[in-house]
Each structure stands twice: as C-alpha cells, then as structure tokens.
Nanobody, 120 residues
Framework: QVQLVESGGGLVQPGGSLRLSCTAS????????MGWYRQAPGKQRELVATTTKDGITNYADSVKGRFTISKDNAKNTVYLQMNSLKPEDTAVYYC??????????????WGQGTQVTVSS
C-alpha cells in the first residue's frame, strides 16, 4: 500500500505565499507522475500542477506564473510553491501520484488533502 501525506496548508492573506509538501511512502518501485489538484466548495476537483519523473511540468492556466511545482526524487516528495495567492485559490489541495507497484502495475493514489484559505 502507498500513502501520500500532505502538509503546509493554512490561512494566508491575499498576495501571500505558502508551500505545500507531499511525501509518498510504502512499497513501490517508482513514481511516474506526481501533482496537485484542488477542490473549492461547490466545485469540481481541478488540476493545479503536475510533474513527471523526468521533470516535465504542467500547470493550470489560472496558476501559471504564480505557482511552481518541484520534486525531490530521492525523498519521493513533491512541493508546490504558491506565490501571489488570491482568494479564488482557496480550496482543499490534494496530492496525487501514479505509482509503479509490485509485481508490476501502475496505480493512482490520492492524499487526504490540506486546506488552503486565502483571506484578509
């Protein structure tokens, strides 16, 4: 079984910054893609940013230029640096990963979510 544990959420004023972290643990061979999604009240879950094992990144248009996704392969950890935060960034942020597990299959996992609130 693979677990994804997020941290770093909280309350921040508009224009402020937060950094989210997500670490994968358990028995697996490798992680092919890790990323962040978010879900605001009354809305569908949406992609924020993803990064592949080779470092190819993808961002939602709404966060381009403000958010940066990065990873530490050795620590099986992905980060989301969020700058210039806006009230519309308020949501529960979920970590997601495609993981290669024994004997040899890929499964998708979700973290439990971390709340980010942008408010004055």
């Amino acid at each position: 079984q693979v677990q994804l544990v997020e941290s770093g959420g909280g309350l921040v004023q508009p224009g402020g910054s937060l950094r989210l972290s997500c670490t994968a643990s358990g028995i697996f061979f490798s992680i092919t893609t890790m990323g962040w999604y978010r879900q605001a009240p009354g809305k569908q879950r949406e992609l924020v940013a993803t990064t592949t094992k080779d470092g190819i990144t993808n961002y939602a248009d709404s966060v381009k230029g403000r958010f940066t996704i990065s990873k530490d392969n050795a620590k099986n950890t992905v980060y989301l640096q969020m700058n210039s935060l806006k009230p519309e960034d308020t949501a529960v942020y979920y970590c997601n990963a495609d993981v290669l597990i024994p004997p040899l299959s890929t499964r998708n996992y979700w973290g439990q979510g971390t709340q980010v609130t942008v408010s004055s």
